[in-house]
Nanobody, 113 residues
């Protein structure tokens, strides 16, 4: 049972990235899912949540209007579309299944010119 993230990388300010989180060994559709991010030396902060069917989503103020969480339960995958990226979005991004207390390994996002 694990979560595997991908899609991170280096992007210029104003650019976009889409992160993916694939659930392996369990059925994603039965779980709410979250995205967190963490800057070295700081706490891990929640930035987006989605309910099991994706009908409910919510965002941290710092990303609302720029990031979109979505899920494709048929592919056992949750996504984080990140647009209008800023240097302060630089962090390691993690997906998380709260009911399982299960974290992905993290993927680095760097926003820099």
């Amino acid at each position: 049972v694990q979560l595997v993230e991908s899609g991170g990388g280096l992007v210029q300010p104003g650019g976009s990235l889409r992160l993916s989180c694939v659930a392996e060994g369990f059925t994603l559709s039965t779980y709410d899912m979250n995205w967190f991010r963490q800057v070295p030396g700081e706490q891990r902060d929640i930035i987006a949540i989605t309910s099991r069917a994706g009908a409910y989503t919510n965002y941290a103020n710092s990303v609302r209007g720029r990031f979109t969480i979505s899920r494709d339960n048929a592919k056992n995958t949750v996504y984080l579309q990140m647009d209008s990226l800023k240097p302060e979005d630089t962090a390691v991004y993690y997906c998380y299944a709260p009911s399982l207390n299960l974290w992905g390994q993290g993927t680095q996002v760097t926003v820099s010119s």
